[in-house]
């Protein structure tokens, strides 16, 4: 596991081994403690509460239940619910009922420290690519607490096979059931993201080095005795609220991050980012 600080180390794996990895900061150990705390006691309401957060029209802050996201096909449903916040949407959060505004606080505070995560690998990134822009911005970027109920699914595979389309997915979970792609091609358990951080990169890291660093594909699989588990996902997506180009430009690679990004939910059965 590498120190959350060794931004050098962390890019050098994320590079070379398409995973990273890594330890969280005492302050983010504490932030996830509580959300998945405050995110189980949300999950375990009855569905129709659950449903009074359903994000509004063309947006994507709030709770989804298992039938709308989709990995590879909308006939194949993730087996998950999910609430989820971003910054840019803050602003929807007070339309939704009050026992849920402690949870998008917590989510608002985690996301200043994976901010500062994400910001400093995604600095060092550039550099290596001779730029000086980091090319992220947390403003639409997503937290989302995934809640698995893995007694209801009829399949052992709950997640299938994806990338998460944007420039760096930061993944934690309660329980084992996460499996990343090696280079290899073989998928292999990493049950290192239960206490710590594992680090991807999407196919936007794909388009900002004109093919250089290839998204890691993982999948969730449901395990013996686990019935119920959450994960905590961070999508770093790109700045979306500028014209960005990539680090490196290169033919049969988008020429607009920010434009290519916008899109990337739609590919998950969700709407647009930044509309
Ligand atoms: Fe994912």
Redesign the pocket.
């Known amino acids: 596991m590498r120190d959350c600080g060794d931004f050098k180390t962390i890019v050098d794996e994320i590079v070379h081994a398409g995973i990273a990895l890594v330890d969280m900061s005492p302050v983010l150990h504490s932030d996830y403690e509580r959300l998945f705390a405050e995110g189980g006691h949300f999950f375990s309401r009855p569905l129709q509460e659950k449903l009074e957060c359903a994000p509004a029209p063309g947006t994507n802050v709030g709770f989804r239940p298992v039938g709308q996201e989709y990995?590879i096909a909308p006939s194949i449903p993730d087996i998950k619910e999910s609430f989820t916040f971003l910054p840019a949407e803050a602003s929807h959060v007070t339309a939704h009922p009050r026992f849920v505004h402690d949870l998008y606080e917590m989510m608002s505070r985690a996301v200043t420290e994976l901010d500062r995560l994400c910001g400093g690998i995604m600095n060092v990134l550039a550099g290596r690519y001779e730029s000086t822009d980091p090319i992220y911005a947390a403003a639409h970027s997503q937290l989302a607490i995934n809640y698995y109920p893995s007694a209801r699914a009829n399949s052992d595979i709950l997640?299938e096979p994806?990338?998460?389309g944007c420039l760096l997915?930061v993944?934690s979970a309660t329980h084992s059931g996460l499996e990343i792609q090696h280079r290899d091609g073989i998928f292999r358990a990493c049950d290192a993201v239960v206490g710590g951080l594992a680090i991807l990169p999407g196919v936007s890291m794909t388009h900002a080095t004109g093919g250089g660093i290839e998204p890691t594909l993982?999948r969730v699989v449901r395990r013996p005795g686990v019935m119920k588990r959450l994960a905590i996902?961070y999508d770093a997506t790109t700045d979306l609220t500028r014209p960005v180009s990539p680090w490196v430009i290169r033919d049969g690679f988008p020429q607009r991050l920010d434009l290519e990004a916008q899109l990337t939910l739609t590919r998950f059965g969700l709407p647009p980012l930044g509309s």
């Open positions: 990995s997640i994806h990338e998460d997915t993944l993982h996902a």
